[in-house]
């Protein structure tokens, strides 16, 4: 009987925390590019009553017999699958359409951009330091942006990204006055080349030495334009963007952020725009959707329906442990 009490006992925990994954999965069905879990349960170790024996001369073999002694969880898995788009007509948002994750940071930032930004390895693709700015990865972007012009994510934080051609960012450090970027022409292919050694914040400044910025956008490549008042177009940078070997083991911080773990692996940065094609690897990344963000990829009918299961395996294993109780009692009785 107490082994079954036990046992009873192990599934109502069991149980408890797959109602508490299903309750967070369902309460954040409608967060922006929120990613579903799951958990999976394993049996725990088993009693043996008797070995297993082989055949003999005068009898065949015989069984080891076993009795389990309860229910442990296996593992809670992320359900990394892109979720549906959906369109905002908001110039700031972006959707990733396929792999790959936002890269935002937080930090103080310096006039000059040669000592704010974090250092590139260009031929594996990864950070080498970052000793003023501390990164997370998001593919939440609902960005904004300040006073500064900087463009951050809903929380402050700031959206990285490469420096193209010629327009080099220059930082404020009174927050009533803009950060500038230099002029670059967009449509001079020859010279929108990223630089590729390192990350830097990006800013969306009203004006581009003293024209007027009217409208920006954001290509699918990450590329930020900005369409001035006498009708020239010049580039801002590049957004850039990261991967991971297993994005399933990426450690959550909340506020739609999460940090490189262990067995996440190292993040691997997407080539900025006019990469050798030697080391170009843009192509195993998603596109970005400008006027778009993603949405969760929380399925509604299969969390209520592990919901239901959920509830009947608790109601169940009680059960199991009220049985026991009376069988315990009725022991208790015999003796009187």
């Known amino acids: 009987m107490l082994p079954s009490m036990f046992s009873g006992i192990s599934g109502l925990k069991a149980n408890q925390k797959k109602l508490d994954v299903v309750g967070n999965n369902i309460a954040n069905s409608s967060t922006t590019a929120f990613k579903s879990q799951r958990i999976r349960f394993q049996d725990m170790v088993s009693q043996n009553v008797s070995e297993a024996l082989g055949p003999g ?6 069984n080891g017999r076993q009795v389990g002694l309860g229910v442990q969880i296996a593992g809670i898995d992320t359900n990394t699958a892109v979720g549906n788009m959906q369109p905002t007509s908001r110039s700031l948002d972006a959707a990733i359409d396929g792999s790959g994750y936002f890269i935002v940071a937080k930090g103080k930032l310096d006039t000059d951009s040669a000592t704010t930004r974090l250092e590139v390895d260009e031929t ?3 950070l080498v330091r970052g000793a ?16 500064q012009g900087n463009l951050l994510t809903s929380d402050g934080y700031r959206v990285l990204g490469y420096t193209v051609g010629n327009a080099a960012i220059t930082y404020s450090s009174d927050p009533n006055v803009q950060g500038s970027v230099a002029f670059q022409d967009a449509n001079n292919s020859d010279e929108l080349i990223a630089d590729q050694t390192g990350l830097v914040p990006l800013v969306i400044p009203d004006s581009i030495e003293g024209n007027r910025v009217q409208s920006f956008s954001i290509e699918k490549d990450g590329l930020l334009k900005a369409v001035l008042a006498d009708g020239s177009v010049a580039a801002l940078g590049q957004v850039a963007m990261a991967s991971f070997k297993n994005d399933a083991g990426l450690k959550k911080l909340g506020k739609n952020l999460y940090q490189n773990s262990a067995n996440s692996g190292e993040p691997v940065l997407r080539s900025g725009i006019g990469a050798e094609t030697d080391v170009d690897n843009s192509k195993g990344y998603g596109d970005m959707l400008q006027g778009m963000l993603e949405m969760s990829n929380v399925d509604l009918a299969e969390q209520f329906t592990d919901m239901i299961i959920a509830s009947r395996a608790f109601q169940a294993n009680g059960k199991i442990i009220s049985t026991g109780d009376e069988i315990l009692q009725d022991l208790v009785n015999l003796k009187r």
């Open 57 to 62: 001369q005068n009898t065949g073999g015989v």
């Open 124 to 126: 594996e693709h990864t």
């Open 132 to 147: 003023v700015l501390s990164t997370s990865f998001t593919r939440d972007g609902s960005f904004t942006l300040d006073s």
